[in-house]
Nanobody, 123 residues
């Protein structure tokens, strides 16, 4: 079992930045692929980015490349999502996810989810 707790969300003006954190706990959490998804009001949850357990594979949705950066610190069992140049369309609940399989360009296979953290961008 892996537990995930997100933090770092909040209200930010358009053009601003936030860094989301996800602290993982559990016996095998450091060996899992970690990733981020988001769900905007009235929309389906969508994949944002994922990183393999050792960081050698990173995939980010094309539309978010250059603005969003995923990273991880296995010593701290934490994965991060740096959000830059935010706009109103980025307003959503951001969810951390963990899964045992390697990420691909199409996303990841999440087995565990965090509770989500709200990001609101004011225009």
């Amino acid at each position: 079992q892996v537990q995930l707790v997100e933090s770092g969300g909040g209200l930010v003006q358009a053009g601003g930045s936030l860094r989301l954190s996800c602290a993982a706990s559990g016996r095998t959490s450091s060996s899992y692929t970690m990733g981020w998804f988001r769900q905007a009001p009235g929309k389906e949850r969508e994949f944002v980015a994922a990183i393999s357990w050792n960081g050698d594979r990173i995939y980010t949705v094309d539309s978010m490349k250059g603005r969003f950066t995923i990273s991880r610190d296995n010593a701290k069992n934490t994965v991060y999502l740096q959000l830059n140049s935010l706009n109103a369309e980025d307003t959503a609940v951001y969810y951390c996810a963990a899964g045992p399989n390697a990420p691909t360009a199409w996303g990841m296979d999440p087995r565990y989810w965090g509770q989500g953290t709200q990001v609101t961008v004011s225009s």
